[in-house]
Structures are given as C-alpha cells and as structure tokens.
C-alpha cells in the first residue's frame, strides 16, 4: 500500500511558484505529523518544513521560511507545500513523509522519526 503520494513537482523559473501536495492512504494527518524534505543527488536530506495537527503546530528550516507556507485539508487527508520565490537551490526532489505522534522543535526535522515516505516529486528551478 503506498500511504503517501507527493505530486506538483516540475520546472520553473527563478522566482516563480509551486505548490505541491501529499495525499495520505492509510494515515490520517489528524494521528501523523506530515513533514517535506528535499535531497539533492550527492547531498544529505534536508528537512524543508512539518504540519502536525493534533498540536496545531508548524515548523518550517530557516532557508524558506517566509518563502514557503504549508498547509492541509483535513477532510481530504493532504497535506501542500505552497513554494513562493523559488530559487535554483531549491532545485531538489522532495518528500513527504509521516510520523506518528507530535514532533517537537527540537526534533521534528530528523528524519528517522518518520514511519512512512513517499516516492518523492522532482522539483527544477532555473536561473
């Protein structure tokens, strides 16, 4: 069973936009914090930004906060990456991923805490 799918990925200008989304099966986003994390071929994973719902509690990497904005709808299970300003290193495929429970500040971006990942969404962004 494939319990998360990122979609909206794709090629795009400096300073342009994308919004991509994480459709959850099997996972409700009301039990499972969804976060998004990008890796780049050669480098480690970053994590980019979470959304936990039974705390009401978002956390975004200081490299796109005030770029980047996440959301969900809860009755649709998804989980979207509204990206605003988008830069080449941007460019990175990126991931959604699950983890039961309500991750903290302190630990939210570590990517071991996730239980499920999806296949992951190409996203380019020229100069």
């Known amino acids: 069973e494939e319990q998360l799918v990122e979609s909206g990925g794709g090629l795009v200008q400096a300073g342009g936009s994308l919004r991509l989304s994480c459709v959850a099966s099997e996972v409700t986003v009301e039990d499972y914090a969804i976060g998004w994390f990008r890796q780049v071929p050669g480098k480690e994973r970053e994590a980019v930004s979470c959304f936990s719902d039974s705390d009401d509690m978002i956390y975004y990497s200081d490299s796109v906060k005030g770029r980047f904005t996440i959301s969900a709808d809860i009755a649709k299970n998804t989980v979207y990456l509204q990206m605003n300003s988008l830069k080449p290193e941007d460019t990175a495929v990126y991931y959604c991923?699950?983890?039961?429970?309500?991750?903290?500040?302190?630990?939210?971006?570590?990517?071991?805490?996730?239980?499920?990942w999806g296949q992951g969404t190409q996203v380019t962004v020229s100069s």
């Open positions: 991923a699950a983890q039961y429970g309500r991750p903290s500040r302190a630990n939210w971006h570590i990517a071991e805490r996730y239980d499920y």
